[in-house]
């Protein structure tokens, strides 16, 4: 099994720039493919981004495509989103996961983190 504990989330204006981080613990961290998710009021969580589990292949959603990108260090057994130019549409919370198959990307994630909020003002 492997905790998840994300941060940076927080205020920032349009075309501000913010990096969450994920930190996980409890199993070897390269063992596990990552993802991003996000989840705004009253809308279904979707898809951010993922990593293969040497950091080799990545691969996002539509929307996020030139304007985030995902990222790990596997010697600190930590995946990263830095996000740019953002809009008051990705205000969310941000949720990272990790899946331990050996398919990329997954069709499921197997463990998830707690959450972090991300607010973009106007």
């Known amino acids: 099994q492997v905790q998840l504990v994300e941060s940076g989330g927080g205020l920032v204006q349009t075309g501000g720039s913010l990096r969450l981080s994920c930190a996980a613990s409890?199993?070897?961290?390269?063992?596990?493919?990552m993802g991003w998710f996000r989840q705004a009021p009253g809308k279904e969580r979707e898809f951010v981004a993922g990593?293969?589990?040497?950091?080799?292949?990545?691969y996002y959603a539509d929307s996020m495509k030139g304007r985030f990108t995902i990222s790990r260090d596997n010697a600190k057994n930590t995946v990263y989103l830095q996000m740019n130019s953002l809009k008051p549409e990705d205000t969310a919370v941000y949720y990272c996961?990790?899946?331990?198959?050996?398919?990329?990307?997954?069709?499921?994630?197997?463990?998830w983190g707690q959450g972090t909020q991300v607010t973009v003002s106007s």
């Open positions: 996961a990790a899946d331990r198959g050996n398919v990329f990307p997954p069709r499921t994630y197997d463990y």
């Open positions: 409890g199993r070897t961290f390269s063992n596990y493919a």
């Open positions: 990593i293969s589990w040497s950091g080799g292949t990545t």
